[in-house]
T-cell receptor, first 113, second 114 residues
Framework: DSGVTQTPKHLITATGQRVTLRCSPR?????VYWYQQSLDQGLQFLIH???????AKGNILERFSAQQFPDLHSELNLSSLELGDSALYFC????????????FGQGTRLTVV | AQSVTQLGSHVSVSEGALVLLRCNYS??????LFWYVQYPNQGLQLLLK??????LVKGINGFEAEFKKSETSFHLTKPSAHMSDAAEYFC????????????FGSGTRLSIRP
């Protein structure tokens, strides 16, 4: 158990819909990362938050957004969903300091039908 | 910008044979390098990391990796494969100046033949 909790574990939704994925980082970790893992794209970095502020952005679509709340949990919002958004979405957290050691949650498997 | 290239999306070895998974990186600043492992239906977990100092780093489950700056490589090895090593392995790069962004390679699936 990495200490990172993601909910829900599975999500099935229709095209055009909007979903919210939730991540609770390890106790004390200030950084939260979101990744998308699909068969054709591999593991893609989406976004990194540190103590509530966006730190780095990767290949995140404009239809996707994220935020980190004062209690440090994070949410990834996916809207206007397309079939191609079906993937595993991972959250990871790391403690302050270098290097960043990412601890991953078990992921949310999103299926868009 | 930093990037990672993993050579070979799928590697198959016999049980007891040497495991070699290849990783090359690109970084304009001194890198931090990592290997992560992903077992089916699980998240990624850290195998080992290189930051500074000794270029040969040892990780869990008998794996080790060597940082070779001249070759921009960080290959993962294990002398003798075990059936339980079957998983997907990811190489990753970060740096002090990258605002803690961690970039992963595309992964290598390791299969072990009995």
């Amino acid at each position: 158990d990495s200490g990172v909790t993601q909910t829900p574990k599975h999500l099935i939704t229709a095209t055009g819909q909007r979903v919210t994925l939730r991540c609770s980082p390890r106790s004390g970790d200030l950084s939260v990362y979101w990744y998308q893992q699909s068969l054709d794209q591999g593991l893609q970095f989406l976004i990194h938050y540190y103590n509530g502020e966006e730190r780095a952005k990767g290949n995140i679509l404009e239809r996707f957004s994220a935020q980190q709340f004062p209690d440090l949990h994070s949410e990834l919002n996916l809207s206007s969903l397309e079939l191609g958004d079906s993937a595993l979405y991972f959250c990871a957290s790391s403690a302050q300091g270098q290097p960043p050691i990412a601890f991953f949650g078990q992921g949310t498997r999103l299926t868009v039908v | 910008a930093q990037s990672v290239t993993q050579l070979g999306s799928h590697v198959s070895v016999s049980e007891g044979a040497l495991v070699l998974l290849r990783c090359n990186y690109s970084s304009s600043v001194p890198p931090y390098l990592f290997w992560y492992v992903q077992y089916p239906n699980q998240g990624l977990q850290l195998l080992l990391k290189y930051t500074t100092g000794a270029t040969l780093v040892k990780g869990i489950n008998g794996f080790e990796a060597e940082f070779k700056k001249s070759e921009t490589s960080f290959h993962l090895t294990k002398p003798s494969a075990h059936m339980s090593d079957a998983a997907e392995y990811f190489c990753a790069v970060s740096s002090y100046s990258s605002a803690s962004k961690i970039i992963f390679g595309s992964g290598t699936r390791l299969s072990i033949r009995p």
